[in-house]
T-cell receptor, first 114, second 114 residues
Framework: DAGVIQSPRHEVTEMGQEVTLRCKPISGHDYLFWYRQTMMRGLELLIYFNNNVPIDDSGMPEDRFSAKMPNASFSTLKIQPSEPRDSAVYFC????????????FGSGTRLTVV | DQQVKQNSPSLSVQEGRISILNCDYTNSMFDYFLWYKKYPAEGPTFLISISSIKDKNEDGRFTVFLNKSAKHLSLHIVPSQPGDSAVYFCAASPSSGSARQLTFGSGTQLTVLP
């Protein structure tokens, strides 16, 4: 079990550029979550999917943010255009339907927009 | 409006002493609580959890206490070790809802001094 895999680990981009973050959940996990970590707000839920379908995107800060899950093994979070205030660590997490409510997190993508 | 609050952004304790991390919540629908530990450049990892039917759960050096009437939980680490230095996130999950998604606090940076 390779765990939740995120790429890239680090991304530095210029303001106005498009940024795409990628996530591969654990095989068999039917829920996928995107979180953003900032100093001020801690871990914020941006969006989550169930069986590849977006269920709740109320945490997505603006229309500049979009997320997709074309299949059970891949999801992307896109920011277009990026702004300096988007700088944060973005985490993907997954879990399986069942009694356990814990998530498995990826190692995160540290995004810096200059 | 933060539903899960960790009011202490940082805590320092001496090696061998007890570390107590606190967490408060406001949503009465939360019935399951978890603590996650996060090292730099890594994703959060599950540490310990407690269901609302209990008021204490112990796992080795880690004990979580739940006071439902006060909507308060705490994590005790005894004895504290330098390797426990990390950010600790409190999380809560509701009793219903398809995903029972986790709501996280803003985290507490624990530093255990040798």
């Amino acid at each position: 079990d390779a765990g939740v895999i995120q790429s890239p680990r680090h991304e530095v981009t210029e303001m106005g550029q498009e940024v795409t973050l990628r996530c591969k959940p654990i095989s068999g996990h039917d829920y996928l979550f995107w979180y953003r970590q900032t100093m001020m707000r801690g871990l914020e839920l941006l969006i989550y999917f169930n069986n590849n379908v977006p269920i709740d995107d109320s945490g997505m800060p603006e229309d500049r943010f979009s997320a997709k899950m074309p299949n059970a093994s891949f999801s992307t979070l896109k920011i277009q255009p990026s702004e300096p205030r988007d700088s944060a660590v973005y985490f993907c997490a997954s879990r399986r339907t069942g009694p356990s409510r814990g998530y498995t997190f990826g190692s995160g993508t540290r995004l810096t927009v200059v | 409006d933060q539903q899960v609050k960790q009011n202490s952004p940082s805590l320092s304790v001496q090696e061998g002493r007890i570390s107590i991390l606190n967490c408060d919540y406001t949503n009465s629908m939360f019935d399951y609580f978890l603590w996650y530990k996060k090292y730099p450049a890594e994703g959060p990892t599950f540490l310990i959890s407690i269901s609302s039917i209990k008021d204490k759960n112990e796992d080795g050096r880690f004990t979580v206490f739940l006071n439902k009437s006060a909507k308060h939980l705490s994590l005790h680490i005894v004895p504290s070790q330098p390797g426990d230095s990390a950010v600790y996130f409190c999380a809560a999950s509701p009793s219903s809802g398809s995903a029972r998604q986790l709501t996280f606090g803003s985290g507490t940076q624990l530093t255990v001094l040798p």
